[in-house]
Every structure is written in structure tokens, then in C-alpha cells.
């Protein structure tokens, strides 16, 4: 049957940190799936992504979270996962006012770093919706002046890591996960 188990898992070491690092937004619609992304044979750790040309990172520091939930219903025979990613931009400013926007109308396809050196690919097939958008200017002299974003997909799998270590190994060369692709950092 084809969703028999196929492996065991046994206690890991305690080695691992939480959190998230940065952000790559890619515009949906840049690569074509399932034909342009490719896999590492035999897993679901996505390999290369063709036709990317540009990934508009995001750093991020402080309280920053990516979580996934898997939904299934024995009833209606269905399983589906909601991914949702929680970011904090300090400081506001007309061109983050803009990127918001835009970030709005679209439905971006997210990269997300961890602070493992793991990288996830959210919004795979349907992108990812930014639901909610605080702008905040806080009360106090010490209160956030920025922006709260939190963004939704659903996939029918848990966001595929993708076949890199590090921010070198994503893009900008021929063997990098989106090939040639350029990261944009302004």
C-alpha cells in the first residue's frame, strides 16, 4: 500500500536551535510546477529549481516563526498542511510600505533559513498568502515601530527542504539550488 511506513526514527541528539534566520520571497509564477523543480532521487528534498530570477531576501532577527500543520480527516478522505510564517520588520519606511503592498497582491512562493542552515521551500505549488498586515507604531518609546506580517499557504506536503546548506549553495552559480537566479538584498 502506498502509504505504509518505509522507516523508523530513533532519539536524536540535542544539537538543534529554533527559529528563523531570513526570508526569500520568489514571485508565483516564476517557475512552472511541478516541470521546473526537480528532486533529489528518491526523497522529497527538492534539488534544483529552474526559470527563478530573482530571490528578494529578508533578514530577520528576533521573534520570527515558521510552522506547518498537518490536517487530515478520516471522514472526507483528505490531507492537507497549513504552513504559516510570522515575520517582524523594524522600522518603517516608503519602500518597505510598498514591498508590503506588493507582497499583499501577490502570492509569493517563501524560502525560509533556519538558524540550522536548513532551507525550506513554503507556497511550493500554490504560493502563500500574506493574510495579515499590522503597522505599528507602538505606545511607548521602546514599542515596535514596523511591521507585523503573517503570511498562509496550503500544500498537500510539508514544505520540501531544498538540497543546500548555505546561502552560497542557493543561487548565483550553475549547481545552486535556483541556478543562476540573483539574491536581492535592496
Do not use: W
Not at 105 to 128: D, S, W
Amino acid at each position: 500500500m502506498a502509504c505504509d511506513l518505509a522507516n523508523g526514527r530513533l532519539e536524536v541528539c540535542k544539537d538543534a536551535v529554533g527559529g528563523i534566520d531570513a526570508v526569500y520571497f520568489i514571485n508565483y509564477g516564476d517557475y512552472a510546477y511541478p516541470t521546473d523543480v526537480t528532486y533529489v532521487t528518491g526523497t522529497d528534498t527538492i534539488e534544483s529549481v529552474a526559470n527563478v530570477t530573482s530571490l528578494y531576501k529578508y533578514e530577520l532577527k528576533g521573534t520570527n516563526s515558521f510552522e506547518q500543520v498537518v490536517n487530515s480527516s478520516r471522514e472526507n478522505g483528505t490531507t492537507f498542511v497549513e504552513q504559516t510564517l510570522t515575520m517582524t520588520l523594524k522600522t518603517q519606511n516608503a519602500t518597505t510600505h510598498k514591498s508590503v503592498k506588493l507582497l499583499a497582491y501577490g502570492r509569493p512562493n517563501v524560502v525560509i533559513k533556519t538558524r540550522n542552515n536548513q532551507f525550506f521551500l513554503a507556497g511550493l505549488e500554490h504560493g502563500m498568502e500574506l493574510t495579515t498586515a499590522n503597522v505599528s507604531n507602538g505606545t511607548a518609546m521602546g514599542d515596535l515601530n514596523g511591521y507585523t506580517l503573517t503570511f498562509v499557504g496550503q500544500e498537500k506536503l510539508l514544505a520540501n527542504l531544498l538540497d543546500c546548506s548555505s546561502e552560497a549553495d542557493l543561487a548565483g552559480g550553475a549547481g545552486d539550488v535556483f541556478g543562476t537566479a540573483s539574491i536581492v538584498t535592496s
